[in-house]
């Protein structure tokens, strides 16, 4: 069983539009959660941590859930520049990786 | 801010060439990390390193060596290239392992 896991989509939406992504994750010791963002050919930059209280940065909101264990990503108003893949990446306090989803892809469409 | 300078951004080897990838940073961060990024596998971790002097392996490491005489760098070995290793290599390094990852810009490596 993989440990984090993700919709590869891809997801197409028109500009304005809201839209959201999930991540499930398999080990209920996980302990720090991100979102990072990658272009096409280009490194992952971090996009946002992801707290327990859930967080908001501008037109983007994480939220974690620890019960079902999974994380989501709300993308509000999606600009062009929003085109991207997005990963999900989770850390454990049992080992010393970083664990990463296969990313979903999304195309904001004008 | 420098930041996680990697090198080389394109590399072409012949299969049994060796060689290897540079990484540093300058954030005096503990953890460092090598992934490989292959269509549709998402990142593969292949060595990390907890501090200087500390190395373990990760999901993929054969074929590949790793080293960390210094906080700052974390080179990469391939010992003999294979077609198989062909990839988009990233380092990345953080404070600690429960930190945000900071990338290196990428190798694109092609074994011929």
């Known amino acids: 069983r993989k440990e984090v896991e993700q919709d590869p989509g891809p997801f197409n939406v028109p500009e304005g539009a809201t839209v959201a992504f999930n991540c499930t994750y398999s080990n209920s010791a996980s302990q720090s959660f991100f979102w990072y963002r990658q272009d096409c050919r280009k490194e992952p930059k971090l996009l946002m941590s992801v707290y327990s209280s859930g967080n908001e940065d501008g037109r983007f909101t994480a939220q974690l859930n620890r019960a079902s264990q999974y994380i989501s990503l709300l993308i509000r108003d999606s600009k062009l520049s929003d085109s991207a893949t997005y990963l999900c990446?989770?850390?454990?306090?049992?080992?010393?990786?970083?664990?990463f989803g296969t990313g979903t892809s999304l195309t904001v469409i004008p | 801010n420098a930041g996680v300078t990697q090198t080389p951004k394109f590399q072409v080897l012949k299969t049994g060439q060796s060689m290897t990838l540079q990484c540093a940073q300058d954030?005096?961060?503990?953890?460092m990390s090598w992934y490989r990024q292959d269509p549709g596998m998402g990142l593969r971790l292949i060595h990390y390193?907890?501090?200087?002097?500390?190395?373990d392996q990760g999901e993929v490491p054969n074929g590949y060596n790793v080293s960390r005489s210094t906080t700052e760098d974390f080179p990469l070995r391939l010992l003999s290239a294979a077609p198989s290793q062909t990839s988009v290599y990233f380092c990345a390094s953080s404070r600690d392992r429960n930190e945000k990852l900071f990338f290196g810009s990428g190798t694109q490596l092609s074994v011929l």
């Open positions: 990446v989770v850390t454990s306090n049992t080992g010393n990786q970083f664990y």
């Open positions: 390193s907890v501090g200087a002097g500390i190395t």
């Open positions: 954030m005096n961060h503990e953890y």
